[in-house]
């Protein structure tokens, strides 16, 4: 299938508002899980959907969404530093690190965050982002989705 600059970020906006349907579904069927959900939050670069559970502390997911589902996540698009005007940019490993420091320093971060993306991970791929208590992100093959979850 073939995008059009405007159609590639419709189809993703179409993508996040499916992520986004299943976290509203989940607090409609158990409305004691969360105290709210925020969508688009412009808070950090885990800000896509963030939800509040009921002991206080926060889920945070960031979506993405590619137009060539073949094209697999890899170490080179997660850790890409594209050109900035004052010097490289932060890669996206740099900045979902950045947003998960800040929310553990609050103390809010329950269980690491979910990637929800239409790429496939690239095979066998592990990386620890917490390792304080022990939370991996796993790569897998036909893996859809990188999670950290923590004990």
Not at 82 to 109: F, I, N
Not at 134 to 142: I, V
């Amino acid at each position: 299938m073939t995008f059009t600059a405007s159609g590639a970020r419709r189809t993703g906006d179409e993508y996040q508002d499916l992520q986004s349907a299943e976290v509203l579904v989940q607090w409609l069927e158990q409305p004691e899980r969360y105290r709210w959900v925020r969508l688009e939050t412009m808070d950090g670069s885990l800000d896509d959907i963030q939800a509040e559970l009921r002991d206080g502390t926060h889920r945070m997911l960031q979506v993405k969404f590619g137009t060539n589902p073949a094209v697999p996540w890899d170490w080179e698009a997660l850790t890409t530093r594209e050109k900035g005007t004052k010097g490289p940019k932060p890669s996206l490993l740099q900045k979902w690190k950045t947003s998960l420091d800040d929310a553990r320093r609050d103390g809010k971060l329950r269980y690491g965050t979910s990637h929800p993306s239409s790429h496939k991970a690239s095979p066998c791929r592990t990386i620890t982002s917490l390792p304080r208590n022990g939370a991996t992100a796993k790569f897998g093959p036909g893996s859809r989705v990188a999670r950290s979850v923590s004990s």
